[in-house]
């Protein structure tokens, strides 16, 4: 079976401040992983994803198999930052689209 | 290019009542995927569709199916409703085959289903 765990409900930080996202994942195959934001009033939208292994919107992510994470980090939260994030996996079994969500962290950044 | 069109945005249903949701992907993407989230459970996987054939499915009760048409545009239904069915349905669409970002997801606005 596949999991995501994202321990933290709300993360609260000022601005300027770091911010790491946490990310833990249950996954006996070689999982893609992905970060997907949810801006007020806006659709869930893709932010990354490990395999493309790019920095967006200052974001980056690295997939660890060992420590089974794939935390989302930012060096300076900006007030855009605000929204809520999810973490996916998916285990591709029999190919296809099956993302298994996390239960999000809502992410503040506070002036 | 439009995104991904969900209709109704909003509706209202009783208990035992059955509910039919749409979806039309982006142009070009072959795949659609439906999503369950309540503030509960958060987002569940309920099925995915690909060239009109179902290609996984997710652990939802029978009461809950779709179907795929040769547009790509997608149905979900749910039979005999019940409170606990109430929630926000999120579509969403990839271009489902092999190669990178064929299983990138964009999202539509979702159906917000009430039942009472």
């Known amino acids: 079976a596949q999991r995501v765990t994202q321990p933290e409900k709300l993360l609260s930080v000022f601005k300027g401040a770091p911010v790491e996202l946490k990310c833990n994942y249950s996954?006996?195959?070689?999982?893609?992983l992905f970060w997907y934001v949810q801006y007020s009033r806006q659709r869930l939208q893709l932010l990354l994803r490990?395999?493309s292994r790019e920095s967006i919107k200052g974001f980056t992510a690295d997939l660890n198999k060992g420590e089974t994470s794939f935390h989302l980090k930012k060096p300076f939260a900006q007030e855009e930052d605000s929204a809520m994030y999810y973490c996916?996996?998916?285990?591709?079994?029999?190919?296809?689209?099956?993302?298994?969500f996390g239960t999000g962290t809502q992410l503040k950044v506070e002036l | 290019k439009a995104g991904v069109t969900q209709t109704p945005r909003y509706l209202i249903k009783t208990r035992g009542q059955q509910v039919t949701l749409s979806c039309s992907p982006i142009?070009?993407?072959?795949?659609v995927s439906w999503y369950q989230q309540t503030p509960g459970q958060g987002l569940q996987f309920l099925f995915e569709?690909?060239?009109?054939?179902?290609?996984n499915k997710g652990n939802f009760p029978g009461r809950f199916s779709g179907r795929q048409f040769s547009n790509s545009r997608s149905e979900m239904n749910v039979s005999t409703l019940e409170l606990g069915d109430s929630a926000l349905y999120l579509c969403?669409?990839?271009?489902?085959?092999?190669?990178?970002?064929?299983?990138?997801?964009?999202f539509g606005a979702g159906s917000r289903l009430t039942v009472l």
């Open positions: 142009s070009g993407h072959r795949s």
């Open positions: 569709y690909f060239s009109e054939t179902q290609r």
């Open positions: 969403a669409s990839s271009l489902g085959g092999q190669g990178a970002g064929a299983n990138v997801l964009t």
């Open positions: 996916a996996l998916s285990g591709l079994t029999g190919g296809g689209n099956k993302l298994t």
């Open positions: 996954y006996s195959g070689s999982p893609e």
């Open positions: 490990h395999i």
